[in-house]
């Protein structure tokens, strides 16, 4: 994980997520956590040692970044021909926000490269450009991913060219293709988006469409696959989610995995579209004042503006013993928001019967434009040698 060094929003700390994290899986496996420079190494030295005391598994280490995304610019690791471990490294444009050559951008970039280093892993690089989050792997060679954030990002390759990709960077036997993610990760310089009382809201700095949004591998053979109920079909956001998903679904349910064998689909619900206001000041709102809107509009700076946040049930971490789920409810909030976080720990339960659920707030990193998963890198131990 990266530790954070600003909120997205005032008021919404990401910090006390990233410690509800730590809380949740510390003691059952081993946890790194990065900083980008030494003051801040130091600040969150203070906090977890007053918070864990001395905790032989958990590690900190100082690697530059800007941001806290270690899903997507964080070190892939792949296991090697010769049972060794080596960081496959994609090309990175800020999730089609800036150019690669950004300054920046390249800090990010680099990030998995000095993760590498501290590892002493080979570097498998690439020049296409693709983010963890949109790569959905079952553990035996199957990929899934978005047609619109990789073609997107890789205009001049096609599907073919990127596949070949993923075979050399992640030993992919087979690809399955979905369309489009969710209206709520949509891209923020397309335009705000017409909500059900006829405003209108912007995303917040988001990817354009991840897969670990909307639908995940809880084994090889068994797929989560997010669900719009019809009695929300009066909601614009809603039957346009609904739409891409039922989709997906359809590729989904015609897809099979690299045996040639069908999949298992369950499906989970989506807690629906919440929404915030962000001020001038708060980090995402500085952010997104500086976009050129493609639809033509013209973003009110100095004035409040409604945004939603990118949240899903389906943005979870898997780690050996225990499952990080998200809530979405808070006080004051509809009780179905309540029933349907019930309903998500309930299915994640089933689906992982052998590991312990734990489910936290984290709208703080929704409001940044994305989730619990986003912000997490999985590393497996290295293979006996």
């Known amino acids: 994980m990266i530790w954070p060094s600003t909120d997205h929003k005032k008021g919404e700390s990401v910090e006390k997520v990233t410690l509800s994290i730590i809380e949740a899986l510390i003691g059952h496996i081993d946890i790194v956590v990065t900083c980008k420079d030494k003051e801040l190494l130091n600040h969150a030295n203070e906090i977890l040692k007053n918070r864990f005391g001395e905790e032989p598994r958990l590690k900190l280490l100082e690697i530059p970044s800007f941001e806290i995304w270690a899903r997507d610019m964080g070190p892939t690791f792949v296991e090697t021909n010769k049972n060794t471990l080596a960081i496959a490294d994609f090309n990175f444009d800020s999730w089609g926000y800036a150019d690669t050559l950004d300054t920046d951008t390249k800090t990010e970039e680099m990030y998995d490269e000095r993760a590498a280093e501290q590892y002493s892993l080979p570097v498998i690089s690439s020049t296409m450009i693709s983010e963890g989050g949109n790569r959905e792997v079952n553990g035996r060679g199957t990929l899934m991913t978005t047609e619109v954030v990789e073609g997107g990002r890789n205009p001049t390759m096609t599907k073919g060219e ?3 990709e993923y075979k050399r960077l ?3 036997k087979k690809t ?20 059900a009382d006829g405003t209108k809201a912007y995303t917040v700095v ?4 991840h897969v670990d949004e909307f639908v995940r591998f809880v084994n090889d053979s068994t797929i989560l696959l997010a669900e719009i109920d019809s009695t929300e079909f009066d909601d614009p956001i809603a039957f346009e989610n609904h739409k891409r998903i039922e989709e997906n679904y359809q590729i989904l349910t015609a897809a099979t995995d690299q045996d040639g064998k069908p999949f298992t689909i369950i499906r989970m619900p989506l807690p629906g579209t919440i929404f915030s206001t962000m001020e001038p000041g708060d980090y995402v709102y500085e952010f997104i004042k500086t976009l050129n809107y493609s639809d033509g509009s013209t973003f009110p700076d100095g004035e ?7 949240l899903s049930y389906l943005n979870f971490i898997i780690s050996d013993k225990v499952v990080v789920g ?3 409810w808070r006080e004051g909030m509809p009780n179905e928001l309540k029933l349907k976080d019930e309903k998500a720990a309930q299915i994640l339960q089933s689906v992982f019967p052998n590991r312990k659920v734990i489910m936290i707030d984290a709208l703080a990193v929704n409001l940044g434009g994305g989730g619990i998963h986003c912000i997490s890198m999985h590393q497996p131990e290295l293979p006996d040698n």
């Open 170 to 172: 992640l030993g992919i």
């Open 206 to 209: 988001t990817t354009n469409g």
């Open 176 to 195: 399955i293709w979905l369309k489009q993610g969710l209206v709520e990760d949509d891209h923020t310089f397309l335009g705000p988006v017409a909500t």
């Open 304 to 310: 409040p503006v409604r945004v939603m946040a990118a």
């Open 162 to 164: 990127m596949e070949l």
């Open 326 to 328: 998200q809530t979405c």
